[in-house]
């Protein structure tokens, strides 16, 4: 359900009553703990309570449970715990910040500065919430990230076609050989318009890419369907990249004054199998040349894997130059201004242990650099917090490390669960509680 003005303008006031699917409670929160009929509010962690369809007639009082409390602090970057045991206590959670910064993030050495603040940061990926059609939903896991202390997302910022949908399905641009559309409309890109304003009221800061080197939402076989060619020519192909730039400059135009922009982002995970690396080092060249051209308030970012790499290099596949990509040359680029890398061994034939070879030979790299690394995107099939949380401190713990994302974000919206591609991380869940909530109070 959509949030009005006038219900978020009074969640404060302890006579108001909280919408459906609202917040109504949580350490922190000094709003309303009353949900209006027949929902009510119903406990989901420490930090954030939540109306729900009651399962009854619905008593509309808020919840209360006698449980252990850890209280966090309500900044969202730094975490200090205060432990209480067999506490009585009114389940609460502290209400949305509007942001007012006019500071853009920025690094500072090998760190992140965000909103004057410079430390470790952890954030998450949603790739599916600029495809949402109900804002209520975008807010609903802004409001979520925000609790639990989460301030970057990544998420895609394009959504390209070759043939147009019918009416109410979400497309960012249509593809053809002689017809190149954008869609600025109620579909198209002003659904990612209020992911931004929302950001922009949680203190979410965004990465948002410009296009996939894989085929979901078009990607670069879009282009290709479009421009002819292949996915390795589409790096030097004049049309496609004229078009590749116009979009650019589009979304760029859009929030090119927002607080919330982290990064924008050249692709997810662009690759250029039997390239030699000058293709894609050119290409990134002359992207983020273009972009900070139309921006330069804002950080630039590559969005690859961080394969081709000597430092630390046991002469595994990653490290290989295979895939057309030369991280060190890369992240020297000027109009750079981090690296990024993805951690995915079980994709890519190695023990889920070498992780953290992976992260420290990055660390070594962007330190040598003088940049800041952002671990991106990590993630593994199973067995999650024993797999992923070692990568987590080895990420914190490592010099050159600044941030890292897990893959993915996974919540419960008014349509239900959203994706689980088995490296979903759920809201609320057990992995959640080892994998955010622990890994916020580590830092």
Same mark, same amino acid.
């Given at each position: 359900m959509y949030y009005s003005s006038a219900i978020l303008l009074f969640a404060g006031l302890a006579s108001a009553q909280v919408a459906e699917y609202g917040q109504c409670g949580?350490?922190?929160?000094t709003g309303s703990t009353t949900c209006v009929s027949p929902y009510t509010c119903q406990y989901q962690n420490d930090w954030y309570s939540q109306c729900l369809p009651a399962t009854g007639s619905g008593s509309t009082t808020s919840s209360t449970s006698t449980k252990s409390t850890t209280t966090v602090s309500s900044t969202t970057k730094t975490t200090s715990t205060t432990k209480t045991t067999s506490t009585t206590k009114t389940t609460s959670t502290t209400s949305a910040p509007v942001s007012t910064s006019t500071v853009f993030p920025t690094t500072n050495g090998l760190n992140f500065t965000i909103d $004057?603040?410079? +430390?470790?940061?952890a954030g998450t990926n949603s790739y599916w919430i600029g495809f949402l059609t109900n804002d209520a939903d975008v807010d609903l896991v802004m409001q979520h990230l925000y609790d639990s202390g989460l301030r970057i997302l990544r998420v895609w910022g394009f959504n390209d076609v070759n043939t147009v949908p019918s009416s109410g399905t979400v497309w960012y641009q249509y593809l053809s050989s002689g017809n190149v559309t954008i869609n600025t409309g109620a579909d198209g !890109?002003?659904?990612? @318009?209020? #992911? #931004?304003?929302?950001?922009? %009221?949680?203190?979410? %800061? !965004? =990465? =948002?890419?410009f296009v996939n080197n894989? +085929? @979901?939402?078009? $990607? =670069?076989a879009a282009y290709v369907s479009a421009f002819g060619g292949s996915a390795t020519s589409w790096y030097t192909n004049t049309a496609a990249q004229a078009a590749y730039q116009n979009y650019i400059k589009t979304v760029v135009s859009r929030y090119s004054s927002s607080s919330a922009i982290f990064s924008w982002e050249l692709a997810n995970e662009p690759r250029c199998n039997g390239c030699d690396p000058s293709v894609i080092y050119n290409w990134v060249k002359t992207t983020s040349a273009y972009i900070k051209s139309l921006d330069s308030k804002h950080m630039v970012c590559i969005g690859d894997e961080g394969f081709g790499l000597n430092t630390d290099s046991d002469g595994s596949y990653p490290f290989t130059y295979a895939e057309g990509l030369n991280f060190t040359m890369n992240i020297g680029i000027d109009t750079i201004d981090f690296g990024t890398l993805h951690l995915y061994p079980s994709s890519w034939g190695e023990a889920s242990t070498w992780g953290s070879t992976w992260i420290k030979a990055h660390g070594d790299a962007c330190t040598a650099a003088g940049k800041p690394c952002l671990l991106e995107e990590y993630g593994y099939p199973s067995d999650h917090c024993s797999v992923e949380a070692p990568w987590q401190t080895a990420a914190l713990d490592t010099k050159g490390i600044a941030a890292d994302m897990f893959w993915q974000w996974g919540d419960t919206l008014s349509t239900g669960q959203t994706s689980d591609d088995g490296n979903t991380i759920f809201y609320g869940s057990s992995d959640f509680t080892c994998l955010v909530t622990d890994h916020v109070a580590a830092i």
């Open positions: 949580g350490n922190g929160w $004057g603040e410079t +430390s470790y940061y !890109l002003q659904r990612l @318009d209020y #992911v #931004v304003s929302s950001a922009e %009221k949680h203190g979410i %800061k !965004l =990465i =948002i890419n894989w +085929s @979901d939402y078009g $990607g =670069i």
